[in-house]
């Protein structure tokens, strides 16, 4: 004999449905911070998910392993993915992977109302993450190209960074260059209204007017109080942060960043790392997109 079924309450269910929307909802409009490594997206992602109604875990590269996909190309001899998925069924496939890989996250912060995700990387990936998801929203973090140009050379020389930063001037500013100019046509084809520039040094002089203005820009009201408590428990006290903010990955793979993984951060500490020949091989390959920018940059100055 089958044991009976046990009814729920209509007010579970529709407490359980309420909830399984706004996951939804929040999975379906995210936040991505993008911009050049070394520009600041790691602390700003810090100060945003240390918000109550924010979460946010460890950098995932997921368009940067899955962004292809949805491109869908097919080669000159007619093979590739494409031949094989049709566009549509590569969005729905890729999207049920984002679904997998960050429900877990938003359930970790039951109040949370946005998400958060940080990939450097995904400056390049911005057409193919807006394909998959209309709604989401990008916030561009840009810094000096000198600044962030010194500060990755400097990454390159620790076990940490060893692996994928550059490690002289030159790869280093083309690296600045290519990740500013895809953001920048993104911008360009799809307007301020879902990608909204922030200058890293804007943000260390101003940091609650800043990020007042990026909550704002995701849909989060947030009160002084929360703004204020965010940006205090991530200020940099000789090069790190007072508090260390948990970052939930479902494989508990997250120790926290490497010692050295967070410099000064400071505005012109590269007029003391870049010599004069180097401050000109960065002045040579990002001067264009730093001008665009909002920067005044010279060999000198």
């Not at 007010?11 to 520009?39: K, T």
């Not at 840009?142 to 076990?159: E, L, P, Q, T, Y």
């Not at 940099?236 to 948990?246: A, D, F, I, N, W």
């Not at 967070?262 to 001067?287: H, M």
């Amino acid at each position: 004999m089958l044991p009976a079924q046990v009814a729920v309450p209509e007010s579970h269910e529709d407490h359980f449905m309420q909830q399984n929307a706004a996951i939804e909802q929040v999975l379906a409009r995210p936040l991505f911070i993008v911009g050049a490594e070394r520009s600041g997206t790691t602390w700003l992602q810090r100060m945003l998910i240390s918000h109550p109604l924010v979460c946010g875990g460890h950098e995932s590269m997921f368009f940067m392993t899955f962004g292809r996909f949805i491109k869908n190309e097919v080669n000159t001899r007619g093979g590739g993915i494409g031949a094989y998925w049709s566009e549509e069924e590569m969005v729905e496939v890729v999207s049920g992977l984002w679904r997998r890989t960050f429900e877990p996250i938003v359930k970790s912060k039951p109040a949370a109302r946005l998400l958060v995700e940080k990939t450097p990387g995904h400056a390049t990936c911005m057409f193919e993450i807006a394909k998959l998801l209309p709604s989401a929203k990008f916030v561009h973090i840009i810094r000096d190209s000198r600044a962030a140009v010194a500060s990755m050379v400097a990454a390159s020389k620790a076990d940490w960074g060893r692996s994928w930063a550059a490690n002289n001037v030159r790869d280093a500013a083309l690296r600045w260059a290519w990740h500013v100019r895809s953001a920048n046509e993104f911008t360009d084809a799809h307007g301020s209204n879902c990608c909204l520039m922030v200058h890293y040094e804007q943000l260390r002089a101003s940091p609650n007017l800043e990020l007042r203005r990026i909550l704002e820009f995701g849909g989060i009201d947030g009160t002084n109080e929360d703004v204020e408590s965010c940006i205090a428990a991530n200020e940099l006290v000789s090069g790190t942060p007072r508090s260390h903010v948990r970052l939930p990955t479902p494989q508990n793979t997250y120790q926290g960043e490497p010692e050295g993984f967070y410099r000064l951060g400071s505005v012109d500490g590269w007029k003391q790392e870049l010599n004069l020949l180097q401050r000109a091989i960065v002045w040579r390959f990002t001067r264009k997109s730093m001008r665009r920018n909002g920067y005044r940059i010279g060999l000198f100055r």
